[in-house]
C-alpha cells in the first residue's frame, strides 16, 4: 500500500512540476531555440508542450497502475449465494408480472 501511495505522490508532483518548469524554461530562455521565437509562437509551444507534459506523466502513472500485482481475491460465500439468490427472485417474478399485480390489488 505503500508503494501506491508513494507512486501517487510522484506522479503528483511531477505533474506540477513538469508543466512550470517547461514554462519557466521557456519565458526565461533557457532551453535552447526559445530566443527566436515571437511572443506569440513561445506563449503557443510552451503550453503545448506543458499540456503534453502532464498528458505523459498521466499515461505513465496508468501504465505503472496497470503493471501493479493484483492478488485474486476471493469474494464473500455468504454474499455470493444471497446474491444468487435475489437474482433467481428477481427473475422468477419477473415471467409472472400479471400474477405479482393481482397479489397487489
Not at 81 to 102: F, G, I
Request: hydrophobic residues 45%; proline residues 7%; glycine residues 4%.
Amino acid at each position: 500500500m505503500a508503494r501506491v501511495v508513494t507512486k501517487f505522490f510522484i506522479a503528483s508532483m511531477l505533474m506540477w512540476v513538469a508543466p512550470v518548469a517547461i514554462l519557466y524554461g521557456f519565458n526565461h530562455n533557457l532551453l535552447p531555440g526559445s530566443t527566436q521565437l515571437s511572443p506569440y509562437s513561445l506563449t503557443l509551444v510552451s503550453g503545448f508542450l506543458a499540456v503534453i507534459s502532464v498528458n505523459l506523466v498521466i499515461g505513465f502513472y496508468i501504465y505503472m497502475a496497470m503493471k501493479e500485482p493484483s492478488d485474486k481475491h476471493e469474494p464473500d460465500p455468504a454474499f455470493v449465494a444471497e446474491a444468487k439468490a435475489s437474482v433467481s427472485q428477481s427473475t422468477s417474478q419477473a415471467e409472472y408480472p400479471t400474477e405479482s399485480r393481482k397479489k397487489e390489488e
